[in-house]
């Protein structure tokens, strides 16, 4: 399944081939700046005049001694001139690259801002089989954390390692220019660059791998234990699960040590040396020359301008090495979020029909969601509409599976389920979800006004979500709160009881005044005075609205217009209430009984 995919990748992308990062880090790159292409070559423009200016320096350097200085030759105004053509041109390469750099910075933002609302709006048209599997924290994670990518891979990676190269590139032309021999002497530097960079991506990758599954851990076990807090301190599990996220940061920070250790020793440490070594080899060079040339043969402004070049050298591969374990980490979060980003989208329908009267028609309906591991068997039901239909049945017998691909949440074999005549999966997205209601087993609840609950972002006036309270029969207790439709009601609802959650769900899916209403065990965590107040909400849409009820208290469909009792994914038993009760030893009939011994029915 997709949503299977998801949870491996976190460990499998981490592991890919370094040519399968790179190609997933710039198909990300590409994506995220292709509105602003052109700033984006425009920026790379002047950052490369600005390395150009600033390789101008070190040569204005050398002619002022070779011309001017060596020679006694005081020239003031031709002296003035170079002094002062040299420093614009540094002046101008340094605020060239201010502006460029920080140009790019907000480029880099507005790459993020686009990519993170991009992989946003995907995941929210990912179909619902995504979702059965995936790991909350690791996609929160995914979506927030790993878009940061963009960023790094923007700012801190390609545009200083792209000016540091461009940097590197001139200085290496300019020494060439000057002295081809000794170019050669400080182009070895290359070579143990690179030397490092392997020897410390051989050492680091390990572990910063190993950092960044530790860090999805965390977030994951955050998520859940924030979402299970009630459940963790009822059963005085709070200190194991203490312990366990201790043990898991213990060793996130014991793997980013391993990292840092590697930084330590083999970035700037052993740049910086060869620097020292580099600078000694030429000035050794100069002098065994020294022995045998003339001073002012020598042109002692090469040797200045091969000391200021060299550091123009170290620098940028400093830079460069620096960088590359940001660019290896950025390349596995891009890689991250590419992946989230090929997840099948849930199939756009044709919009080639309306929901008009609701009714449904289902038709040797067959589903599985592995294999050789079928769910539902030969499922045949009319629903005609306005009608009022409940479809119980034990555990696992297919209820929400039945459900689910009304709901169009799991794709069903074309033509097998239809809406007023037309197949459910060539209604429009947005018809389809307007005029379908759904009243889940766990209310959502936003941390939001009661008023917002109800309308959820819908365009709908003052009167219609009093109409929806009232008709749900929530209003009143509505009103009971300090401020009304406008009490904001905490994470999840947490102010309310949950039979007022379930009813502020049910007046959420009568807002949008849909033509098919479908609930989902509604009432199984609700008291029986609640459940009442169900009944009687329910029981005043019947005739205007198609009623499909998914129930375990079989008290909430009693007065059902028919009852579908379903058995291992078939249908066992259908009729009313009373037909089902007068089958003798009836699967129906067993479960009714069985709830009332249980205190969880009325007597029949």
């Not at 423009?45 to 600005?50: E, F, P, Q, R």
């Not at 049945?393 to 297919?398: E, I």
Request: with cysteine.
């Amino acid at each position: 399944m997709p949503s299977e995919a998801l949870d491996l990748n976190a460990a499998a992308t981490e592991r890919a081939p370094r040519h399968a990062l790179f190609s997933d880090a710039a198909s990300l790159l590409l994506r995220a700046a292709a509105p602003e292409r052109r700033e984006v070559l425009v920026g790379v423009a002047w950052l490369v005049v600005a390395a150009l200016l600033e390789a101008c320096g070190p040569l204005a350097g050398k002619y002022l001694i070779d011309n001017y200085l060596l020679p006694r030759n005081a020239q003031i105004p031709a002296i003035a001139a170079l002094l002062i053509g040299a420093l614009v041109a540094g002046m101008a390469a340094s605020w060239l690259r201010y502006l460029q750099l920080s140009r790019l910075a907000g480029l880099a933002m507005r790459s993020v801002r686009r990519i993170r609302e991009t992989v946003y709006g995907h995941v929210l048209r990912l179909p619902m089989s995504f979702f059965d599997q995936a790991i909350i924290g690791q996609l929160v994670s995914r979506v927030t954390n790993d878009t940061e990518a963009v960023k790094t891979l923007y700012v801190q990676v390609l545009f200083v390692m792209l000016d540091s190269v461009i940097v590197l590139c001139g200085a290496l032309a300019a020494m060439l220019w000057l002295d081809w021999r000794l170019m050669l002497i400080v182009a070895t530097l290359v070579p143990v660059v690179v030397l490092v960079i392997v020897a410390y991506q051989a050492l680091s990758a390990p572990a910063v791998t190993r950092a960044r599954e530790l860090r999805a851990e965390l977030n994951a076990q955050m998520a859940e234990s924030i979402s299970g807090m009630p459940v963790l301190q009822a059963s005085n599990a709070t200190p194991r699960f203490n312990q366990r996220f201790a043990d898991l940061n213990e060793a996130h920070y014991q793997s980013r040590q391993s990292a840092l250790r590697a930084n330590a020793w083999l970035l700037r440490p052993v740049l910086d040396f060869m620097n020292v070594l580099l600078v000694a080899l030429v000035m050794w060079v100069f002098g065994r020359r020294g022995e045998s040339v003339a001073l002012t043969a020598l042109q002692v402004g090469v040797l200045y301008a091969f000391i200021n070049y060299i550091g123009r050298v170290v620098e940028p591969l400093t830079q460069i090495t620096m960088q590359f374990s940001q660019l290896q980490q950025a390349m596995v979060s891009a890689a991250r979020v590419n992946t989230l980003l090929k997840e099948a989208e849930a199939p756009v329908a044709a919009d080639q029909g309306q929901v008009t009267a609701g009714g449904i028609s289902i038709e040797r309906l067959d589903f599985a969601y592995l294999p050789g591991r079928p769910v539902l068997h030969d499922i045949n039901l009319e629903i005609a509409p306005g009608s009022f239909y409940g479809i119980v049945g034990h555990t696992g017998s297919g209820k929400s599976t039945l459900l689910s691909l009304l709901l169009r949440f799991y794709p069903a074999r074309p033509g097998s389920i239809r809406i007023d005549g037309t197949p459910v999966g060539a209604i429009g997205e947005d018809h389809f979800r307007a005029r379908i209601g759904l009243v889940p087993q766990e209310p959502f609840l936003l941390a939001e006004s009661a008023r917002e609950n109800i309308a959820m972002g819908r365009s709908l006036t003052d009167a219609q979500v009093e109409a929806a309270a009232r008709a749900a029969h929530a209003h009143d207790f509505i009103m009971a709160l300090e401020a009304g439709y406008e009490t904001p009601l905490g994470e999840g609802g947490a102010r309310l009881s949950v039979g007022q959650k379930q009813l502020l769900a049910i007046a959420r899916a009568l807002a949008g005044e849909p033509r098919i209403l479908f609930l989902d065990e509604a009432t199984s965590h609700i008291d029986s005075e609640t459940e009442q107040v169900v009944q009687r909400a329910l029981t005043a849409l019947r005739g205007r609205v198609t009623i499909v009820a998914i129930a375990h208290r079989l008290s909430t469909v009693r007065a059902a217009d028919r009852i579908v009792v379903l058995n291992h994914g078939r249908i066992a038993e259908s009729g009313t209430h009373g037909e089902l009760m007068a089958i003798d030893n009836g699967l129906y009939q067993r479960l009714y009984l069985l709830q009332q011994l249980e205190g969880e029915a009325e007597p029949g």
